[in-house]
Structures are given as C-alpha cells and as structure tokens.
C-alpha cells in the first residue's frame, strides 16, 4: 500500500513536503509518481520518478518549483513543493505505476492567497 503525508495549509510563496510511504512490495522496482486533482478539475500528473535512474519529470506548471526524489531504503516518495500558488490547491495522491497501478489515499494541499 501507499500511504501519503504532509499536506497542509500554507500560504502563497510558502513551502510544503509531501512523503508516501510504501509497504508490501518491492519499492525500487517501480518507477512512482505524484498526481493531483483540484475541486471541479480532472487528476492530472504532477511528477514522476523512475526505478531504474532515477531519471525525473515534470508538469510545465510546477516546473523550476517541486522536486521529486525517492528513498529506495525507507520505501518512501518525497515532492518537495516551493513557491506554492494558489492553484497548486489540489488533493495530492502517490502512485506505483506498473500492470496493476496502486494509488495513496491522498493528502490536501491548500494555498492560501
């Protein structure tokens, strides 16, 4: 299972960690990924890390602003947030992506302007 953490209320400019902490399965194998769905919006992907490199990937609107890393010995996925905007409001959810994708339960971010 994932389960995530650190989300929070903050305000603009402010900074948040979000962690998602992995169990049952073989962490390093799996390339993860963080995605976020704001009130009335569709899930949209936020960042991705791969198991093999650790090679990274961003949305163009959070770009220069969060950062992605893992921690293959804890089994967990970090997303370092800076500059946070009031439209980085969003439920925050981690994912394993493989044949059977699993999915935290989510953390909530809110920014305040």
């Not at 389960?3 to 900074?15: I, R």
């Not at 890393?69 to 394993?96: F, G, H, I």
Request: charged residues 20%.
């Amino acid at each position: 299972q994932l389960q995530a953490s650190g989300g929070g209320l903050v305000q603009t400019g402010g900074s948040l960690r979000l962690s998602c902490v992995a169990s049952g399965f073989t962490f390093g194998y799996y390339t993860l990924g963080w995605f976020r769905q704001a009130p009335g919006k569709e899930r949209e992907g936020v960042s991705c890390i791969s198991s093999k490199d650790a090679s990274t990937h961003y949305a163009d609107s959070v770009k220069g602003r969060f950062a992605i890393s893992r921690d293959n010995v804890k089994n967990t996925l970090y997303l370092q947030m800076n500059s946070l905007k009031p439209e980085d409001t969003a439920v925050y959810y981690c994912r394993r992506f493989g044949l059977n994708d699993l999915w935290g339960q989510g953390t909530l971010v809110t920014v305040s302007s």
